[in-house]
């Protein structure tokens, strides 16, 4: 065989694998049941991803509670007391 044979030749690939998500109609069984199974199939990897959302924002309210409670004092020192 040539060697402008084998360029021409299609490489063969594995088949797709099946998805999380089908690709027809969804009922509303559907709907509610797939996060659970995708919740069942890598709970590692969406609690630590929440985890740190969750520390994320917590982080950034603290920041902000403090600067305004900060602010708060800073004006009420200024003040005067009549």
């Known amino acids: 065989m040539s060697a402008q044979g084998w360029t021409n030749a299609q490489s063969w690939t594995p088949a797709v694998k099946r998805g999380l998500i089908p690709l027809h109609p969804l009922t509303f069984g559907v ?47 200024s003040l005067s007391p009549s």
């Open 31 to 77: 709907l509610l049941g797939k996060p659970f199974a995708t919740l069942r199939h890598n709970p590692k990897v969406l609690f630590g991803f929440a985890i740190v959302i969750q520390l994320v924002v917590a982080v950034i309210t603290a920041l902000v509670v403090g600067a305004v409670v900060f602010a708060t004092f800073l004006r009420l020192e």
